[in-house]
Nanobody, 128 residues
Framework: VQLQASGGGLVQAGGSLRLSCAAS????????MAWFRQAPGEEREFVAT???????????QYGDRVRGRFDISRDNSKNTVYLQMNKLNVEDTAVYHC???????????????????WGQGTLVTVSS
C-alpha cells in the first residue's frame, strides 16, 4: 500500500486548507485511514481517523485539539481520504502524515503504532 499526501502549504491564522491522501496498491474499504501530525520537537499526534461501514455510513474520530475545526472524509471510489482544516491557528503548524491499516475491529485505532502504512507527509504552516 502506498500513500501520497498533498495539499499542504502556508496559510494565515483563521484560514482553511484541505489535505488529500491518495492510496494505491492493495487497498479496499476495510482499511481505516487516518491523519497524524508532527511539529518540530514534538511527538506524533493523532488528528483524525475514518472507517467506512458500508453504504453512506462512516465512523470518524478526532483528536481533542482539532475536534470541531477539522473534518475527515473519504471517497472510496478514488481511494482518497481528505482532511478539511478550518479556523487554523499557529499551533496547527506541523507535517501532516496520512496512515492506513486494514482493520475490522470495533474501535478505531488512535495510536500511530497501530497503523501499518504511512505517507511521506505534507507541511502545513500557519502564520499569525
Amino acid at each position: 500500500v502506498q500513500l501520497q499526501a498533498s495539499g499542504g502549504g502556508l496559510v494565515q491564522a483563521g484560514g482553511s486548507l484541505r489535505l488529500s491522501c491518495a492510496a494505491s496498491g492493495r487497498t479496499d474499504s476495510t482499511y481505516v485511514m487516518a491523519w497524524f501530525r508532527q511539529a518540530p520537537g514534538e511527538e506524533r499526534e493523532f488528528v483524525a481517523t475514518i472507517r467506512w461501514n458500508g453504504g453512506l455510513t462512516y465512523v470518524t474520530q478526532y483528536g481533542d485539539r482539532v475536534r470541531g475545526r477539522f473534518d475527515i472524509s473519504r471517497d472510496n471510489s478514488k481511494n482518497t481520504v481528505y482532511l478539511q482544516m478550518n479556523k487554523l491557528n499557529v499551533e496547527d503548524t506541523a507535517v501532516y502524515h496520512c496512515a492506513a491499516v486494514e482493520s475490522t475491529k470495533k474501535f478505531l485505532p488512535l495510536a500511530s503504532t497501530e497503523y501499518d502504512y504511512w505517507g511521506q507527509g505534507t507541511l502545513v504552516t500557519v502564520s499569525s
